[in-house]
């Protein structure tokens, strides 16, 4: 070319930003994603099986036991379920932040009264289903609490967190009737539903004892623990039980304290049962949370936080070599910290109710598995803290997997998981800018989003899931293009299936605000909106040819969109 017509051009392009600046966008929205079906990395574990929330008595209820049956549908294994106050006094009644089962209460003459009538039907509602109990022991019944009065709260979002902790958070007064509690409760399950069913379940100790959840000493926890465990194996010596369910582990100084001291106790402590060393544990739990804000007006989650405590986590594990190996179950796993705390008034959890949600889970999840193979522990399960709130507005903004019965987007991307077995394999991205490392350190906060993906693969099956995610709330940003190389697959010809969650798909919300958002809606929008919720397909599912094993995938992602590719032959 002439060299006076490149001089021109180059001084043409120089006058133009926004040409440039429109080039640069397309480069850095255009991703490259290899997934190789023959590279295996881990076994996928369903680790996203465990679910867990503050009032149990919602369990039986109408909009529970619906939730319940989704829940247990989506899962090809039985999910596990954690509640709280299951020995909390009261009759059954439920509130925000609070539950009762009235299991133990005593007579005129101090002697125990046990009534498993609650317990049984919220277990029963469990089994029923295929479902397990990943049992909690607590909290303290009021006729054994040193400090019985004040017991029953009133909590409201909006009133501070401590009014919750009241006479159920402190120790008991007889350690030996506690035991006897603990040992009659486990008898009873195993009389009702058999060994072989108890032996299944996981039993631990409490919520959070290094905050307000437990208001006695860490040394007072230590002995409630070694009583609760040796009450366990006295009823049941192949029961599971472990602990000790504390908060983040590096939100604060004093979590990773107390965990640590509890580890130590559990294996060179003096039992206070026994006056041995040592006391029984089964697995280890801790949990992790994230912490989002409101910036300029829009929702900035905080990924990295939640990543830092189950990072810090795995790596105390890691650091004792007789417990290394021990599952882990993080037992609430969140993007943070209360699920009763509607939208209304804290204003950073308006990301429950949309495709934010469900995007974080997808891209989270995946980090939790790569953390685990980084520090090389045995994670088991992450909890998600979230459940329902029976008669409560429409889309209120909880934390919770459905609204008066309807699910909502983030339920999805589990209902995806639930397709996804087999064998993680690698999956690799060109110029890739948020390790899972990175992400840890420094959240998804860049220009750019996190545009990536795990795969699995089985005998006759194969999942890509890949996601769009940013911590930074904003959806009027331009779709990314994403291309997908696959190898490995071992047929020539399969069907792909395209499942989709975003603003048009998968998404009851954004159908409820498109209705007008209605607070009493119409039986017809009801029905609309049930159909909404559920896992929809993008196109319709197509047969293809592969050569060699091979193929490429072309999709445009809105921002905070998931979806997932599943190969059948």
């Given at each position: 070319m002439n060299p006076k017509v490149l001089f021109l051009l180059f001084v043409y392009l120089l006058i133009q930003p926004s040409y440039l600046v429109l080039a640069q966008d397309d480069k850095n929205s255009s991703i490259d994603l290899q997934v190789n079906y023959n590279k295996q990395v881990g076994v996928m574990d369903p680790i996203w099986a465990f679910w867990g929330y503050d009032e149990p008595n919602y369990t039986y209820m109408k909009d529970g036991k619906k939730l319940l049956t989704e829940i247990s549908q989506l899962s090809p294994v039985p999910v596990f379920v954690r509640a709280h106050s299951l020995l909390v006094t009261g009759e059954g009644t439920h509130a925000l932040k609070w539950g009762?089962?009235?299991?133990?209460?005593?007579?005129?003459?101090?002697?125990?009264?046990?009534?498993?009538?609650?317990?049984?039907?919220?277990?029963?509602?469990?089994?029923?289903?295929?479902?397990?109990?990943?049992?909690?022991?607590?909290?303290?019944?009021?006729?054994?609490?040193?400090?019985?009065?004040?017991?029953?709260?009133?909590?409201?979002?909006?009133?501070?967190?401590?009014?919750?902790?009241?006479?159920?958070?402190?120790?008991?007064?007889?350690?030996?009737?506690?035991?006897?509690?603990?040992?009659?409760?486990?008898?009873?399950?195993?009389?009702?539903?058999?060994?072989?069913?108890?032996?299944?379940?996981?039993?631990?100790?409490?919520?959070?004892?290094d905050i307000g959840y437990w208001?006695?000493?860490?040394?007072?926890?230590?002995?409630?623990?070694?009583?609760?465990?040796?009450a366990v194996k006295r009823a049941l010596p192949t029961a599971l039980i472990g602990g000790p369910e504390t908060t983040g582990p590096a939100g604060w100084d004093g979590a990773e304290a107390f965990l640590r001291t509890f580890l130590?106790?559990?294996?060179?402590?003096?039992?206070?049962?026994?006056?041995?060393?040592?006391?029984?544990?089964?697995?280890?739990?801790?949990?992790?949370?994230?912490?989002?804000?409101?910036?300029?007006?829009?929702?900035?989650?905080?990924?990295?936080?939640?990543?830092?405590?189950?990072?810090?986590?795995?790596?105390?594990?890691?650091?004792?070599?007789?417990?290394?190996?021990?599952?882990?179950?993080?037992?609430?796993?969140?993007?943070?910290?209360?699920?009763?705390?509607?939208?209304?008034?804290?204003?950073?959890?308006?990301?429950?109710?949309?495709?934010?949600?469900?995007?974080?889970?997808?891209?989270?999840?995946?980090?939790?598995?790569?953390?685990?193979?980084?520090?090389?522990?045995?994670?088991?399960?992450?909890?998600?803290?979230?459940?329902?709130?029976?008669?409560?507005?429409?889309?209120?903004?909880?934390?919770?997997?459905?609204?008066?019965?309807?699910?909502?987007?983030?339920l999805n991307v589990f209902r995806m998981f639930g397709m996804m077995k087999g064998k993680r394999v690698e999956v690799n991205q060109d110029n890739v800018e948020y390790t899972f490392l990175q992400v840890r350190n420094e959240s998804v906060r860049g220009e750019n989003p996190d545009i990536n993906a795990i795969a699995a693969i089985d005998d006759c099956s194969a999942t890509v899931m890949v996601w769009n995610y940013h911590d930074k709330n904003d959806l009027n940003v331009p779709n990314s293009s994403v291309s997908i190389q696959v190898e490995g697959i071992p047929v020539g010809k399969a069907q792909i299936s395209h499942y989709r969650i975003d603003q048009e798909y998968s998404n009851s919300y954004?159908?409820?605000?498109?209705?007008?958002?209605?607070?009493?809606?119409?039986?017809?929008?009801?029905?609309?909106?049930?159909?909404?919720?559920?896992?929809?397909?993008?196109?319709?599912?197509?047969?293809?040819?592969?050569?060699?094993?091979?193929?490429?995938?072309?999709?445009?992602?809105?921002?905070?969109?998931?979806?997932?590719?599943?190969?059948?032959?």
């Open positions: 009762s089962t009235n299991a133990y209460t005593e007579d005129e003459n101090g002697n125990p009264v046990y009534d498993w009538t609650i317990i049984d039907k919220i277990f029963d509602t469990y089994i029923e289903r295929g479902m397990k109990p990943l049992a909690q022991i607590g909290f303290m019944p009021k006729a054994m609490s040193t400090k019985p009065e004040p017991y029953r709260h009133y909590w409201k979002p909006g009133a501070h967190y401590e009014e919750i902790f009241t006479g159920w958070a402190y120790p008991p007064k007889d350690y030996e009737k506690w035991a006897e509690l603990v040992y009659q409760w486990v008898t009873h399950s195993i009389e009702r539903y058999g060994k072989k069913e108890v032996e299944s379940w996981y039993w631990e100790l409490w919520n959070e004892p208001r006695g000493t860490t040394e007072e926890y230590l002995k409630l623990y070694d009583y609760t465990a040796d130590d106790h559990v294996l060179m402590g003096t039992n206070y049962v026994t006056g041995e060393t040592g006391s029984p544990i089964d697995f280890i739990s801790f949990h992790a949370k994230g912490s989002p804000k409101v910036v300029d007006g829009i929702v900035q989650m905080n990924m990295g936080k939640q990543l830092r405590d189950i990072s810090l986590g795995f790596e105390v594990v890691a650091s004792y070599p007789d417990l290394k190996d021990l599952p882990i179950i993080i037992g609430e796993s969140d993007p943070e910290g209360c699920a009763a705390c509607s939208e209304a008034d804290y204003p950073h959890n308006a990301y429950r109710n949309g495709t934010m949600y469900s995007s974080y889970t997808a891209a989270s999840f995946s980090k939790k598995y790569q953390l685990a193979d980084h520090f090389g522990v045995n994670l088991l399960g992450a909890v998600t803290w979230g459940f329902e709130f029976e008669n409560q507005p429409w889309y209120a903004g909880f934390r919770d997997m459905a609204t008066n019965g309807v699910d909502k987007p983030v954004a159908v409820w605000k498109e209705m007008g958002s209605p607070q009493n809606p119409t039986v017809e929008q009801i029905e609309e909106l049930e159909q909404a919720g559920q896992l929809q397909l993008y196109t319709s599912p197509e047969w293809i040819h592969l050569e060699d094993g091979k193929t490429t995938l072309k999709l445009d992602m809105p921002r905070q969109a998931v979806s997932l590719f599943k190969f059948t032959w």
